[in-house]
């Protein structure tokens, strides 16, 4: 099945948990029925292995424990052992899938004391096809590890030699792993449930001796208080147990205030809650010795919740006492709605459900601006790009609705603000899907969708014919530059779905951001919008090898300025997720503002770098570029991706929201601090 937003990512949902499908069954894994074994099928194997099976590859995440690894190497090999008692060849095991990513449904089981099997099998066609034995290939590799496809080995024992591939075969291979696994598992029924309660019990006594003892998440302390509540629910979500403190303590040498959440690591669920909160450091890979960087699987080193988020989580490794209750769900943040409206009411551009706010007030016909600068009201001092709310006919009961539904802090205001402020309409906003399928478009639609944010989908089509001009702001989800243009080769797919944005788009694109449109991109669209736009900006990483950049699925320590239009609310400092990602060569700074660069030193915060000092140091992460009327900004890393980051959204929000101004020039023309 093709997930309507995320394709297969929503097996890749599994400790964000942000769809309702993933929701469902975590809460049947972590919350009502606790399986100890939980079996993800798949396909496909790599060719011409018949079915992949565990054990898996290095490296082991040090938080899993190992009797969880032990668990799935046996199950594994008795899955093995029966496809050799029915003379089924073709398993492999021991390739690509490792045991160090905690997000997919075989691996987040891990982190919760359970055995997560995975399988895949071969031949995903509905159509059979005949392999003739002497085009096999000789070998097969996966990373660092090269198997004989003729020869048997201890991960590939009985070689296929060839014939026809069935999708009845399939599933047969499917069949016999599931029985495989139901055999082991009841054979040792009392084994897995004994064990099951002696990994929680000792995460339990790990977690009560200390380093750390707990975390503390500060209701107050925090750049987005919803954040830290998402957060929270992300936790809850996965099982793990949250409190909230009844009652002022004393931890760390501080006091800390009732409305305190708190975590013990003295929990069954210890490993998943030590995970997500503690920074990655994935083991120095190679291809071979002396030779490239071996890709982790997925791409994936480091994803540390409270840096995603932007959370200030406070690790406290001494035992300490506090007087708690057990959270369930934690609630929005406290609201509240104080001052005189004789002119409307102010929220702050930190909070991303302020952005939920203005598309609502705006779907009801109030007038939103836009503040360019800093200033105080009713004694509160608000930063750039705060949000001033005009009152109006039920302005009033919308905006305190709105406030105790988001948990938002609301001014309310007497006179208009002493500084510009710049009408907001509605953007037009217009998201391209392209016929190839991308997921990371689906994850930005989610997005869209969650924040209220009304979006059209377009097609090549659309650029084809240039019917832009309905649009203020197209995003590009991150996608090769290439794969936009060209799409689908002719004769790969039916005649309709062939082919990309084209040259004729390409013209029409650009037309209509000189007209006035604004274009997102993220990541590796950015390539295609420096080409289309002639933009005067260079890739910074495009020609440096792997041996001299890596950087895998990990975050780095970015700087905003928060002063821009585009960067509006954001974090001075916080996580950009790098997947092999782009940094950005300025070459018109006429032309071109920096609203992001990659921090000058310790760059990486949780994963796995390769040379980052040297070709990420103080490079641009995120730019502004004008042309013409309009303007290109590229996100130069994945801001939103799986919508993990929470704390990067603001880029494009803001960027969408000023595409609704009604005097654009204003907010294109504006510059911030950064050089």
Known sequence: MWHEYVGHDINRDWFMLRQPEVQVIARQLWEEWYPQIIFNHHQHSPFPTR??????????????????????????????????????????????????????????????????????????????????????????????????????????????????????????????????????????????????????????????????????????????????????????????????????????????????????????????????????????????????????????????LPMQMAVNVVRVDEPFEARVEAVERAAVPSSSVVGDAGFGWVLSPRRNAARVAVNRLQAAGDRVHLATDAFEAAGVAFDPGAFVVEAGSGTEARVRTMAEELGLRVVAIAAAPAVETVPLRTPRLGLYMPWTGNMDEGWTRFIFHEHEFPVDTLRNAHFQRGELDAYDVIVLSDQNANSILQGHRPGAMPEPYVGGIGADGVEHLRRWVEAGGTLVTFDGAGDFAIDALGLPVANATVAIPREELFVPGSLIRTVFDNTHPIGYGTPGETAAFFQNSRAWDVLDPEQVDVVGRYADEDLLMSGWEIGAGTHLAGRPAVVRARLGAGQAVLIGFRPQFRAQPTGTYRLFFNAIHGAGAEDRPVLIGRTGAFE
């Open 51 to 304: 079915i992949f099976i565990p054990p898996f590859a290095d490296p082991v995440n040090p938080n899993i424990h190992p009797l969880v690894v032990r668990g799935v190497n046996m199950v594994g090999e008795h899955m093995a052992k029966r496809f050799e008692e029915l003379e089924m060849p073709g398993v492999v095991s021991g390739l690509t899938f490792t045991m160090w990513w905690n997000g997919g449904m075989r691996t987040a089981p891990y982190f919760h004391n359970q055995v997560g099997i995975l399988s895949e099998v071969t031949h995903r066609y509905a159509s059979p096809v005949y392999h003739h034995p002497d085009s096999l290939p000789e070998t097969i590799r996966a990373g660092s590890r090269e198997l004989s496809m003729t020869e048997p080995s201890i991960h590939y024992t009985n070689p296929w030699r060839g014939g026809w591939s069935r999708l009845s075969e399939s599933m047969d291979y499917h069949l016999v792993s599931s029985i495989g696994a139901l055999d082991i598992g009841s054979r040792l029924r009392e084994d897995w449930l004994y064990n099951i309660y002696r990994m929680g019990s000792q995460q339990i006594r790990d977690g009560e001796a200390g380093g750390p003892f707990a975390y503390l998440i500060p209701s107050e302390d925090q750049w987005d208080r919803g954040e830290a509540v998402e957060m929270i629910n992300v936790l809850r979500r996965g099982g793990v147990e949250i409190h909230l403190a009844t009652e002022a303590f004393q931890a760390n040498g501080t006091e800390w205030p009732e409305g305190t959440y708190v975590a013990f690591t003295g929990q069954a669920f210890r490993p998943h809650l030590v995970d997500l909160m503690e920074p990655q450091d994935h083991p120095q890979r190679e291809i071979y010795p002396g030779g490239p960087p071996e890709p982790p699987y997925g791409g994936l080193a480091g994803w540390t």
